[in-house]
């Protein structure tokens, strides 16, 4: 091969490469919005998506509250944020969302201490977990990723609405497709009738996720609150750390230099939660689904108006909102 062709060849190659990432980076926060004097809680920002999200709102001018459960890693990720970020407006409140003692005592010193709460991302979630209970008794990724979130938003519900407009975001993931809501078993306490899936029990949290954020839209309508849920598309993160000693996990640890061609970086992740959290054209709408910074269509079961109610009627039994 002559140096010619071999230019050409490298040149072609670093093209198909720019453009391969320009695709699997997804579309970008446009937004310039300042958040002066807006307080914004995050929870999982010790690392991934969270972290970049907490950075890119802390330069905006946020107070930024970092809800982790790692008090190490929590104050390690404050540093790195303010750092980052050129903001001291950053601290760390423990939250473990497998307790629900964790989630109402981080409520109440949210409500103790702070007046206002302008943006709640429920970013935290686990993925591919082995099979597990939390504390209280629900399956961990129901637990975690749907139950956890439910109860904070609405312990937090006060100082939303008296900070009006203000917004929920929600992660969620593509994955709802694939989930089911079996109302007889969404306690996670019940006998289940299906062997577990760890991958399954993941979609179906993440479906309870959708679910929650289109009805706590209609709950909240005229409120001045605004709720989305997001799909952040393939991202490196910690949750592959789920797979260390599985067959999957070695595979993925074998592929793993052709996803860092076709996954997001933790901050191309976070730009469809920064988009829904601070663009000026979401003012006004509520309860929607989007990916890669622009609105996308739900599965069918996600629009299941029926199930989305009677969820959240189960689930405030579940947390204790409304006495059984």
Same mark, same amino acid.
């Given at each position: 091969?002559?140096?010619?062709?071999?230019?050409?060849?490298?040149?072609?190659?670093?093209?198909?490469?720019?453009?391969?990432?320009?695709?699997? @980076?997804?579309?970008?926060?446009?937004?310039?919005?300042?958040?002066?004097?807006?307080?914004?809680?995050?929870?999982?920002?010790?690392?991934?998506?969270?972290?970049?999200?907490?950075?890119?709102?802390?330069?905006?001018?946020?107070?930024?509250?970092?809800?982790?459960?790692?008090?190490?890693?929590?104050?390690?990720?404050?540093?790195?944020?303010?750092?980052?970020?050129?903001?001291? =407006?950053?601290?760390?409140?423990?939250?473990?969302?497998?307790?629900?003692?964790?989630?109402?005592?981080?409520?109440? $010193?949210?409500?103790?201490?702070?007046?206002?709460?302008?943006?709640?991302?429920?970013?935290?979630?686990?993925?591919?977990? &082995?099979?597990? *209970?939390? !504390?209280?008794?629900?399956?961990?990724?129901?637990?975690?990723? #749907?139950?956890?979130?439910? #109860?904070?938003?609405?312990?937090?519900?006060?100082?939303?609405? @008296?900070?009006? &407009?203000?917004?929920?975001?929600?992660?969620?993931?593509?994955?709802?497709?694939?989930?089911?809501?079996?109302?007889?078993?969404?306690?996670?306490? +019940?006998?289940?009738?299906?062997?577990? *899936? $760890?991958?399954? @029990?993941?979609?179906?949290?993440?479906? +309870?996720?959708?679910?929650?954020?289109?009805?706590?839209?209609?709950?909240?309508?005229?409120?001045?609150?605004?709720? #989305?849920?997001?799909?952040?598309?393939?991202?490196?993160?910690?949750?592959?750390?789920?797979?260390?000693?599985?067959?999957?996990?070695?595979?993925?640890?074998?592929? #793993?230099?052709?996803?860092?061609?076709?996954?997001?970086?933790?901050?191309?992740? @976070?730009?469809?939660?920064?988009?829904?959290?601070?663009?000026?054209?979401?003012?006004?709408?509520?309860?929607?689904?989007? !990916?890669?910074?622009?609105?996308?269509?739900? =599965?069918?079961?996600?629009?299941?108006?029926?199930?989305?109610? *009677?969820?959240?009627?189960?689930?405030? $039994?579940?947390?204790?909102? !409304?006495?059984?």
């Amino acid at each position: 091969m002559s140096i010619t062709s071999g230019l050409l060849l490298v040149g072609l190659v670093t093209c198909v490469f720019y453009y391969i990432r320009r695709w699997a @980076a997804g579309g970008v926060c446009q937004s310039k919005r300042r958040l002066d004097g807006k307080t914004v809680i995050i929870t999982g920002a010790n690392s991934g998506m969270g972290k970049e999200t907490a950075v890119n709102l802390a330069k905006r001018g946020a107070r930024v509250i970092l809800a982790c459960r790692n008090d190490k890693r929590g104050e390690a990720a404050v540093a790195e944020v303010k750092q980052r970020s050129g903001s001291n =407006a950053v601290l760390y409140r423990k939250l473990d969302l497998e307790e629900l003692e964790s989630i109402r005592k981080f409520a109440n $010193k949210i409500v103790e201490d702070d007046e206002r709460v302008d943006i709640l991302i429920n970013n935290a979630g686990i993925w591919a977990h &082995p099979h597990s *209970k939390t !504390v209280d008794g629900f399956e961990t990724h129901f637990g975690v990723n #749907y139950i956890g979130h439910f #109860y904070l938003t609405n312990l937090l519900l006060g100082r939303l609405r @008296a900070s009006a &407009p203000s917004r929920v975001v929600n992660v969620s993931s593509r994955a709802h497709i694939i989930g089911h809501i079996d109302l007889d078993e969404v306690d996670g306490k +019940a006998t289940r009738t299906r062997p577990y *899936k $760890k991958m399954i @029990a993941y979609a179906e949290s993440k479906l +309870a996720v959708v679910l929650f954020t289109r009805e706590l839209a209609k709950r909240l309508d005229g409120t001045g609150v605004t709720t #989305y849920v997001v799909h952040p598309g393939c991202v490196r993160t910690r949750l592959q750390r789920m797979l260390s000693g599985t067959l999957i996990g070695y595979v993925y640890n074998a592929i #793993y230099p052709f996803l860092c061609v076709l996954w997001k970086s933790p901050s191309e992740g @976070a730009q469809t939660t920064i988009h829904c959290a601070v663009d000026e054209r979401l003012d006004n709408v509520s309860g929607r689904y989007y !990916v890669d910074c622009a609105e996308s269509r739900l =599965a069918a079961c996600a629009e299941d108006k029926a199930v989305a109610q *009677k969820l959240w009627e189960i689930s405030e $039994k579940q947390t204790g909102l !409304v006495k059984q």
